[in-house]
């Protein structure tokens, strides 16, 4: 598609220099490192929440979620029904110990658990899974520029990673949260006008489009199979994409830093379960709308199935549709990079140039270095994007694979910190490595779906851990003031308050408000097991 035309490039230039107005603006009231980080807690819980469901969503989701249920169906949800029991684990295991702390890097607190050897590698092992992750969502976006507008996907790389940037290193974590806030209502536009022109364009009602799809096995959202190769199971879902998800919502610094902006532990929870009540409303009408493409186009192989949605906007021809549509993924896509950007900065400030290379210098210094970081890592970044401009698979599908070889390791670390008593930090290097290499030997090899992956990290990384910490130094005697135990006991033993304004300071202990994610959880399977049945 070549003609863009003057209402579209309006509607695109208009949202582009709104996000780097606002990050000007913001820009201002950044004195220190610590305002670029954590901002000055201010921001209020529902936008950081916002920022959060923004930033997963992405233009992966946009372009790659259609494409995937186009080719498989309705079952592709079933990787996306955890995210109740994800957010309720996070919230109540995870928080605790990041909020209380003051931490900017979540990976201070393996340093304080097992030693600095183990923080540095976590650290190591999360920059290369982000970098390589937000490559993906770089490419996805400079893909819907090239079809658009017919500039050159890699001249679109540079460009959108530009934009990104520049309001980034003006404004930081409280320019992402806030340009996220922006650039989600833009890509839910997007997406309800394409829905809307799906419904309208339809040769038959939307019942008996549903009994053609129906018909076609497109519908069923449930698969009970216990095929391990098939990544879309119930099965998978429920318990490999859950510990997958807990690695992304609960050991992953770029989802987590902008909760650690939040006045109170309280709001940092409530913006974490905002995620894990509308994370499955949102897949699912991406989902859904890939069978219903799939209804349109009657089946239609596509030459890259991510273009499915942008084909169908240039179909339908609705004046300024692509220009929202530009913007809607350019939105999806930002919302990520920006968050992608500031945390490698925070990470690489914080855990290796801060605590290696400079330790004293002025908060006004350490401000210069994260900025040239945030730089240094738009950099890197451009090179898998680059990598990625060779598949025509789902980038969806594609990079929840890439990221899956590294986080079973990752959450293996702070799993054992948690819950193990005989868990050190040399037991932990040889059980992180065990883990990479198990994961690794089994995607080369088998044909184990992707989804398994994480959960096969996880388990090898503690027992080999466990195994290795007993042979190496021997048996522990008491439990780390840094586990659960440790931290329970040291509430009752310092006569600490275990609440503030209502909410769990302590880890391990539920609030009231959490128990309703789990009523939803079911809520959600007894909807997908209803939803083929009455159609």
């Known amino acids: 598609m070549n003609e863009f035309g003057a209402l579209n490039w309006v509607i695109l230039i208009i949202y582009i220099i709104a996000n780097l107005i606002l990050g000007y603006v913001l820009g201002k009231k950044i004195n220190t490192a610590k305002d670029f980080f954590l901002g000055r807690k201010t921001t209020p819980w529902w936008a950081i929440g916002i920022s959060v469901i923004a930033t997963y969503v992405s233009a992966l989701t946009f372009l790659g979620a259609p494409a995937w249920s186009y080719k498989e169906g309705l079952s592709v949800i079933a990787i ?63 893909l819907v520029l090239e079809f658009i507008t017919g500039v050159d996907v890699v001249h679109a790389i540079f460009i959108v990673t530009i934009i990104a940037l520049i309001y980034t290193v003006m404004g930081g974590i409280t320019a992402v949260i806030w340009t996220d806030v922006i650039q989600a209502g833009v890509l839910l536009t997007g997406a309800l006008i394409i829905v809307y022109a799906l419904f309208d364009q339809m040769s038959l009602p939307l019942h008996e489009t549903l009994l053609q799809l129906k018909a076609q096995g497109k519908t069923n959202p449930l698969d009970f199979s216990f095929d391990i190769s098939n990544v879309t199971t119930i099965w998978s879902g429920i318990i490999a994409m859950t510990i997958f998800h807990i690695t992304v919502y609960g050991t992953n ?49 596509f030459e890259n199935g991510n273009t499915i949605i942008l084909q169908f906007a240039a179909d339908y021809g609705m004046p300024g549709l692509m220009g929202i549509i530009a913007a809607a993924v350019m939105a999806a896509s930002m919302s990520s990079l920006d968050s992608a950007f500031n945390s490698l ?43 990625y401009t060779k598949s025509t698979g789902s980038v969806l599908e594609i990079i929840s ?62 027992v ?71 159609i």
Not at 109 to 135: D, H, N
Not at 275 to 288: D, R, S, V, W
Not at 378 to 385: F, G, V
Not at 485 to 514: C, H, M, R, T
Request: glycine share 8%; charged share 15%; aromatic share 18%.
């Open 80 to 142: 996306h029904l955890n995210y109740p029991i994800v957010i309720f684990v996070v919230v109540t295991l995870f928080f605790p110990f990041f909020y209380n702390s003051g931490v900017a890097s979540i990976y201070e607190y393996i340093e304080k658990r097992f030693g600095a050897k183990a923080r540095g590698v976590i650290s190591i092992i999360w920059m290369t899974s982000q970098i390589l992750v937000s490559g993906a969502i770089l490419f996805a976006t400079a």
């Open 401 to 462: 694979k890439v990221g899956s070889f590294f986080i079973g390791a990752q959450l293996g670390m702070f799993a054992l910190g948690f819950f193990s008593k005989q868990a050190t930090e040399k037991g932990l290097l040889v059980g992180t490595a065990a883990a990479f290499l198990a994961v690794a030997y089994v995607g080369i090899v088998t044909d184990v779906a992707w989804p398994w992956y994480c959960a096969i990290g996880l388990i090898v990384s503690i």
């Open 345 to 387: 900065s925070t990470v690489a400030t914080v855990d290796f140039y801060q605590k290696y290379v400079t330790k004293d210098a002025s908060p006004e210094h350490y401000l210069k270095i994260s900025r040239l970081l945030t730089v240094v890592f738009a950099i890197l970044i451009i090179i898998p994007a680059y990598v």
């Open 464 to 534: 080999v851990t466990i195994i290795a910490s007993l042979l190496i130094d021997g048996v522990q005697l008491e439990y780390s003031p840094y586990t659960i135990k440790g931290q329970i006991a040291k509430f009752k033993n310092e006569n600490l308050d275990e609440k503030e304004d209502g909410w769990y300071l302590v880890p391990g202990k539920i609030d009231n408000a959490s128990y309703l994610l789990l009523v939803f959880f079911v809520a959600i399977i007894i909807f997908l097991l209803l939803f083929e049945r009455l």
């Open 253 to 301: 610094q770029m989802m987590v830093q902008r909760t650690l902006a939040s006045k109170t532990i309280g709001d940092a929870k409530k913006a974490y379960m905002l995620m894990g009540y509308m994370a499955f409303f949102i897949y699912f009408l991406f989902i859904f709308m890939g069978i219903l493409f799939y209804s349109y186009y009657g089946g239609r192989e």
